[in-house]
């Protein structure tokens, strides 16, 4: 009786010992699968977040030239600019 408890016990083992690995391997390929989707997410908003503050460096870079044009040739006079004649600036859609 010992002998037949022990090879069932074996073989409930067995048996568990593949769904483990069967669940382990799974879980590896999900999680490489995954992975690969998280990595090329994350590139694509690295880009468009570059392509943002490149967008605001320019507007800035430009907003600085022309205060310094200004200010070289002491042309620069206090006015009140209505608030229709300030340009709107649109950013693009994000993907």
Not at 15 to 33: A, F, H, K, M
Request: aromatic fraction near 8%.
């Amino acid at each position: 009786m010992l002998q037949k408890d022990s090879k069932e016990l074996e073989l409930q083992r067995e048996v568990l010992s593949y769904y483990t690995n069967q669940c382990l391997e799974e879980t590896r390929r999900i999680g490489r699968d995954d992975g690969k989707l998280l990595i090329d997410h994350f590139i694509q908003m690295s880009n468009t977040q570059c392509s943002y503050i490149n967008q605001t460096h320019v507007m800035w870079a430009d907003f600085l030239s022309h205060f310094q044009d200004q200010q070289e040739n002491n042309n620069y006079q206090e006015e009140e600019v209505p608030i229709a004649h300030i340009p709107i600036v649109v950013l693009p859609a994000r993907d």
